[in-house]
T-cell receptor, first 115, second 109 residues
């Protein structure tokens, strides 16, 4: 039990579908992250929310749209995805201080397949 | 550019010791993390080094040399459950985490 949950765990969607990934953290942290993990590649940071404000975008395509309604919940809205977007999407949270953040706690991920 | 290098895959024997190396070139340095990730599961935090030297935590130890841009994770008394990927990540001067691609460790009986 990591304290960070993600749903769904697996998702298959067509390129014209719209779906959303959900993340919830029960650790009282003030920062949340979305990562993309592809086989044999480093984790790619997609979005960072600190105190519910988005602070990092990293040039992610607009077909990915994040939403952070409060410090415990994070969504990733998906639409008109491409097959190369198939990957494991990981959510993480951490406690940010004035001099940086502590270690990140990850959810189990959503395995996304775009057909 | 910023870069983290670690071996793609390593194999070791149950009960033995293995050392997983990580070298980095980043814009500044504000700490290095090691994470463990079992197949199909979330990465979990193992260790954090910000000063030179060795940090020991049970069977796992992590070493850092900032002047060499080098770290290693040492796993002793290997168990089958240690079969996993080990991720090295460095926090740069902007406190952004730069991740390596991970080292897949295979433990054989």
């Amino acid at each position: 039990e990591t304290g960070v949950t993600q749903t769904p765990r697996h998702l298959v969607m067509g390129m014209t579908n719209k779906k959303s990934l959900k993340c919830e953290q029960h650790l009282g942290h003030n920062a949340m992250y979305w990562y993309k993990q592809s086989a044999k590649k480093p984790l790619e940071l997609m979005f960072v929310y600190s105190l519910e404000e988005r602070v990092e975008n990293n040039s992610v395509p607009s077909r990915f749209s994040p939403e952070c309604p409060n410090s415990s919940h994070l969504f990733l809205h998906l639409h008109t995805l491409q097959p190369e977007d198939s990957a494991l999407y990981l959510c993480a949270s951490s406690q940010e201080t004035g001099t940086g953040s502590y270690e990140q706690y990850f959810g189990p991920g959503t395995r996304l397949t775009v057909t | 550019g910023q870069n983290i290098d670690q071996p793609t895959e390593m194999t070791a024997t149950e009960g033995a010791i293995v050392q997983i190396n990580c070298t980095y070139q980043t814009s500044g340095f504000n700490g290095l993390f090691w994470y463990q990730q079992h197949a199909g599961e979330a990465p979990t935090f193992l260790s954090y080094n910000v000063l030179d030297g060795l940090e020991e935590k049970g069977r796992f130890s992590s070493f850092l040399s900032r002047s060499k841009g080098y770290s290693y994770l040492l796993l002793k008394e290997l168990q089958m459950k240690d079969s996993a990927s080990y991720l090295c990540a460095v926090r740069d001067r902007d406190y952004q985490l730069i991740w390596g691609a991970g080292t897949k460790l295979i433990i054989k009986p």
